[in-house]
């Protein structure tokens, strides 16, 4: 770790110098953390309190609000913070942290949209099966299973990127610490074995999306069955945003990470990283949560439940 001391600091450069446009980044990055920060809480509430909501899906997708809420908590925060006192600067401690949590909160996000998929399949492919296919020791299993495969992915990838040298600046092309950005400050031979952990990383991701796939394929055979045109409706418009949403943060987090970094501009590489950093954790809550006739019943129970407390 001898190498880490030539670097004490980063200096975050994806966002404009001018400070009118800072403080409008300030104050557009604030609202987007508010709105997903009230949006997943309230799911997590709702989980957490009402005991109809005691079930599979609603137990992955309080495991996907905590996901969610940790992501957009690792870059938003220090960003806003940058651009509201003028400053580029992160310490290398701080780095350090927001490269493994960022890459944790990904990855379990990514491994737990992949159990979703699959608890939906059962739901709707094998409906006399799902109590015994997903039970509570089963679920509790499969979303452990999403934080510690994300964990070690990330614990993986931070070992890697911070034992090699700095030697080419300590600038960050980008509003947060991001791996393909730190590695072109490199100039050891040993980044390589961290391009082939993303690589083998990025393998992974393409198995759970190719999964995804397929699981919701089965389910629109199954959809096209039903006889009710109402019902079939129903289920497509359920199923296609969940698709939507897992394509664009499975699209992006793969191009932001195997694209060849001297062959993209820095207003790409920003646009790239904000959708895959910021609206999932907006747009999960809305299109698994509140368009879902359940969980807004809960809502308003759990609303009307604060009212009355208050009275």
Request: aromatic share 12%; charged share 10%.
């Amino acid at each position: 770790m001898s190498n880490q001391t030539s670097v004490t600091e980063f200096l975050l450069l994806g966002l404009a110098d001018v400070p009118e446009v800072q403080i409008l980044c300030f104050t557009l990055f604030s609202v987007i953390y508010l709105v997903a920060l009230m949006e997943n809480l309230l799911i997590i509430t709702a989980v957490a309190c009402d005991h109809c909501l005691h079930k599979p899906m609603y137990f992955f997708l309080a495991n996907l609000s905590t996901l969610d809420l940790g992501s957009i908590s690792v870059t938003l925060p220090k960003s806003m913070a940058n651009s509201l006192m003028q400053t580029r600067s992160i310490s290398f401690a701080g780095c350090v942290a927001q490269v493994f949590f960022l890459i944790f909160f990904i990855g379990a996000i990514f491994f737990l949209l992949t159990i979703m998929a699959y608890d939906r399949y059962v739901a709707i492919c094998r409906p006399l099966h799902y109590e015994r296919v997903m039970s509570r020791r089963a679920c509790v299993q499969m979303a452990t299973g999403a934080w510690f495969g994300g964990s070690l992915n990330s614990a993986l990838h931070t070992g890697n990127i911070f034992t090699l040298t700095f030697c080419r600046g300590n600038t960050v092309d980008q509003f947060f610490c991001e791996i393909p950005q730190l590695l072109k400050l490199t100039c050891s031979e040993a980044y390589l074995r961290e391009a082939h952990v993303l690589i083998l990383s990025a393998c992974l991701g393409i198995i759970c999306f190719v999964f995804i796939i397929g699981s919701y394929v089965q389910i629109f055979k199954v959809v096209l069955g039903i006889p009710s045109e109402q019902g079939r409706h129903k289920a497509f418009s359920t199923c296609l945003p969940h698709l939507m949403v897992v394509s664009l943060f499975a699209c992006t987090c793969i191009f932001a990470y195997l694209k060849p970094t001297s062959n993209a501009t820095s207003g790409l590489n920003l646009v790239v990283a904000v959708l895959y950093s910021t609206l999932p954790p907006v747009l999960n809550p809305v299109i698994y949560s509140m368009r879902n006739t359940e969980m807004k019943a809960a809502l308003k129970r759990q609303a009307g439940r604060t009212f009355l407390t208050k009275n």
